[in-house]
């Protein structure tokens, strides 16, 4: 027979411990304070062409997968660039989640940074991005290891979670596999 008080605290289920700053934290540390979720996509795959191409059959494929992956996600803003393969991939996700598609310049990491925390902070944004400034734009959300994608990458996804007490960077693929 087994004792039901043997092993009472194994048996016992214990919230989940929640750290939050003190107000002395938040008044002395109010810049760095501050929460987010961001989701960091590349766009997906073009169309063949010069200039300012469309995406292609697969990449509206993998836009539209993006849409049904972030659909219990709560997405807050949609943020892409001037390109059309970029406002292509999230305008599925922001017309599913009936917000506005946000454009912000390229290589501007540190504005993007910037609007997030002050327009979004404590909620969960979609940033379009592109293959040469996904490293940055994730260092300036404090994810440093991600590295610059090569141009057949199109399947990345990099969540990066802010606290006020750490960066989290879960990396994950989407969609059909691109080597």
């Known amino acids: 027979m087994r004792h039901p008080t043997r092993y009472p605290l194994i048996r016992r289920r214990f919230p989940a411990h929640r750290i939050t700053p003190t107000p002395v934290l938040r008044r002395k540390y109010a810049l760095r304070l501050w929460t987010a979720t961001v989701i960091l996509v590349r766009h ?41 393969r970029s406002r292509q991939t999230g305008t599925p996700t922001a017309a599913a989640e009936g917000v506005p598609l946000t454009q912000y310049q390229a290589h501007d990491a540190a504005w993007l940074r910037a ?63 691109t080597p």
């Open 115 to 177: 609007r997030v925390r002050a327009r979004h902070a404590g909620k969960t944004v979609l940033i379009v991005a592109h293959s040469n400034t996904v490293d940055n734009i994730a260092s300036a959300f404090g994810a440093s290891a991600v590295l610059e994608l090569e141009e057949p990458h199109f399947d990345r996804m990099f969540v990066i979670t802010r606290s006020w007490c750490a960066t989290r960077l879960l990396r994950l693929r989407y969609g059909a596999p």
């Open 44 to 84: 997906a795959e073009k169309a063949s062409g010069s200039g300012n191409p469309d995406l292609s059959a697969a990449g509206h494929a993998r836009a539209a997968l993006l849409r049904d992956m972030l659909q219990d996600a709560r997405i807050d803003a949609v943020f892409v660039t001037n390109t059309n």
